[in-house]
């Protein structure tokens, strides 16, 4: 059991021990291993403790749920590992989650009240947006035309996979060439990658390429913040390979996320693992504040 001193002052915490099981191998550094000369509770009460994790592996049996359950009459709070780990870092920690902390931890909100906010606050943003970019996104029109020619395409259309695991085309401004993939083989995009055209490398490194989704997040499609969305290919792989992959799914995807802003740009199936602790975050907390915050 790690103990926690919250501060008021700051954020974050500060580790007053950790307590193991008798006869427990552990590999906490000497100065951290506390061993109480009192009861748990009055142990935490004199150290003036605030919480008390509880290791992942700690719930197979021998806890002292006796002594747990009095710290929580003494005001102590009592937090699982998994949880304690997504309330501070933002994520839920893959390694440490199972299918029964994902059932009882609490979020996963889909009431009507909550889908029809969404919904109406999705409409209100995307008009908005709309109103406010359609100069560049013509700008951006003439730029594609320039560059390719007449009789070039200017929008890009590809499958992506949405809510409940249903496909729908996403739109962009092509930003590769058309020979892209001509053999139909779906391929991570690279940072740097030789397909981009020199319009498209700048309407991708500010994000322009993305505006015709607004299209269709107004359609329903998609929602204006959300897990982003994948190609089947890509998706099939994944949810044999990552588990849990598929729990994105139970939302719009979105043109905008939180794991796009905490985790810099990828296209891997390391990188795919690593943004799914992000969007399981978001799948289990989002609300209407949670979406604002993303928003700004």
């Known amino acids: 059991h790690t103990r926690m001193r919250r501060h008021a002052d700051r954020i974050g915490f500060n580790v007053v021990g950790f307590v193991p099981r008798d006869g427990e ?3 906490v550094q000497p100065q951290y291993l506390v ?16 919480e008390i994790v509880v290791g992942v592996d700690d719930r197979r049996g021998g806890m002292p749920m006796e002594d747990l359950l009095e710290c929580r009459q003494n005001g102590i709070d009592i937090t699982d590992l998994a949880t304690f780990f997504e309330r501070e870092s ?3 920690q893959l390694s440490l989650t199972d299918p029964s902390w994902l059932v009882f931890s609490g979020g996963f909100d889909a009431t009507p009240v909550r889908r029809f906010s969404k919904r109406c606050s999705d409409l209100l943003v995307a008009s908005l947006v709309l109103l406010l970019t359609w100069p560049l996104m013509l700008l951006v029109v003439l730029a594609i035309r320039l560059e390719s020619g007449p009789g070039q395409p200017i929008l890009y259309r590809q499958e992506r996979v949405g ?12 930003s590769m ?3 892209a993939e001509l053999d139909g083989v779906a391929r991570w995009a690279n940072k740097d990658d030789d397909r981009v055209t020199r ?3 700048f309407t991708r490194k500010v994000r322009l390429d993305e505006l015709p989704q607004l299209w269709n997040v107004l359609k329903g499609e998609m929602s204006f ?3 982003r969305p994948e190609r089947p290919q890509f998706v099939l792989d994944l949810e044999h390979k990552i588990r849990y992959y598929g729990l994105r799914h ?11 802003l905490r985790y810099p740009y990828g296209a891997s199936e390391e990188d795919a693992e690593e943004k799914l602790k992000y969007d399981l975050y978001y799948v289990k907390n989002h609300n209407l504040l949670f979406d604002l915050l993303i928003l700004f």
């Open 177 to 179: 060439r058309t020979d």
């Open 90 to 92: 933002g994520r839920v």
């Open 25 to 27: 191998a552990t590999q």
């Open 225 to 227: 913040i959300g897990p």
């Open 163 to 174: 809510a409940r695991g249903k496909t729908f085309q996403l739109i962009k401004f092509r």
């Open 35 to 50: 061993t109480p000369d009192l009861s748990l509770a009055s142990w935490a009460l004199r150290e003036q403790v605030d």
């Open 199 to 201: 319009v498209g490398r």
């Open 250 to 260: 139970c939302l719009k995807p979105g043109l905008a996320g939180w794991a796009q």
